[in-house]
């Protein structure tokens, strides 16, 4: 999908991708110095991270159903590119839902949740290189049709 010739999943991906691990840092910063701003701060690019991210995936899903059943090799990419990134904003959707119900008293976050996330982060940008492979390699998206390599 594209609005005014640009593609529309490839400008929202941008806002997960930095809200995410900016809460990531933000919680990191809350653990070393018990302050609760860094913990609220951290929320709210956690849930601002969320709704970008189901936004950027309902976009991207129905760019996914565009691709030609015929270019398998794109097709199986954008699978894998949209089950990683599907399960790394339903996983942080959780966390935003515990965030919220403890919303304005937010606890400070644990060793194991830092940890955690970091694993999230790490899940996000392997998620995003697939996706990229889709554009670079692919040309998904894209006004071209003659494959790069």
């Not at 990191?28 to 709704?51: E, H, I, M, P």
């Not at 959707?93 to 403890?102: C, E, H, M, N």
């Amino acid at each position: 999908m594209k609005i005014f010739g640009h593609p529309i999943h490839s400008m929202l991906i941008h806002f997960p991708t930095a809200l995410l691990p900016m809460d990531l840092i933000l919680s990191f910063l809350a653990y070393k110095n018990g302050t609760t701003s860094f913990t609220l701060a951290a929320f709210y690019c956690l849930a601002a991270g969320v709704l970008s991210g189901y936004l950027a995936m309902l976009i991207g899903l129905l760019d996914l159903i565009r691709i030609p059943k015929t270019n398998k090799p794109a097709l199986g990419n954008g699978l894998i590119h949209g089950f990683l990134n599907f399960t790394v904003i339903l996983v942080y959707r959780v966390l935003a839902w515990k965030g919220y119900k403890a919303y304005p008293n937010l606890e400070s976050p644990t060793r194991t949740l830092i940890i955690f996330k970091a694993i999230l982060i790490g899940a996000l940008l392997a998620g995003n290189y697939s996706g990229g492979t889709l554009v670079y390699k692919y040309l998904i998206g894209t006004h071209q049709t003659d494959k790069h390599d």
